[in-house]
């Protein structure tokens, strides 16, 4: 009841107002109206746009991770792969080294061989409470120094080609050569240190 009286009583208001104040008061209701009308599409059209951004930027994500995906995918697929060569490798390398040098006709004068873990899960872990062995994997690396003398550079390549051209992982991780002064082809000695790395199991 009180609000229909209010109301009443503004158009009352409103029909005292001359012409010209009626045409003021119109004109006030009509920028207002046109306003809000604005303001709410500003706003509108703000929101409209942030949520554009965030679609887009989600998007660029989502792109980005399918690329790391197929990146991190590719790299774990090598990875494992040479897991696999590293518990497959059973190479031993005096052998294969005779062989090598057999091949390009000369003789390795001495070995000396070394060890070393590159991991050393085996000096982490625990032993079981019960007391039983354990068995984990490390990284060892396995080498061996050779001497050899009296041998051109073409032999020389070719035995390095040899080893390093095998499935297994065997690298060449040292080379001192000393020439002829006669004969630069000539090699007087050569002293180089292979290696091959595999996983060994190792009771702890």
Do not use: C
Request: proline share 1%; aromatic share 6%; net charge positive.
């Amino acid at each position: 009841m009180s609000k229909q009286r209010g109301v009443a009583a503004l158009l009352e208001s409103i029909d005292r107002l001359s012409t010209r104040e009626k045409a003021m008061l119109g004109g006030l209701i009509a920028a207002f109206v046109l306003f809000v009308v604005v303001g709410s599409y500003w706003f509108v059209s703000r929101q409209i746009s942030k949520l554009e951004e965030r679609n887009q930027e989600a998007a660029q994500t989502l792109e980005q991770v399918k690329i790391q995906k197929d990146t991190y995918l590719i790299e774990k697929a090598k990875i494992e792969a040479n897991q696999k060569e590293l518990d497959r490798n059973k190479l031993r390398l005096v052998d294969e080294m005779e062989r090598a040098a057999k091949a390009q006709d000369f003789k390795i004068e001495d070995f000396k061989e070394n060890k070393r873990y590159l991991t050393e899960n085996h000096r982490r872990l625990k032993k079981r409470e019960d007391g039983a062995p354990k068995k984990v994997k490390d990284l060892v690396e396995e080498t061996q120094t050779v001497t050899i003398r009296d041998i051109t550079l073409k032999q020389l390549a070719g035995f390095l080609s040899a080893l390093e051209g095998r499935r297994e992982p065997v690298r060449v991780t040292l080379l001192n050569i000393s020439v002829k002064s006669s004969d630069r082809q000539k090699l007087r000695e050569v002293r180089l240190t292979v290696a091959t790395y595999r996983n060994e199991e190792v009771e702890i």
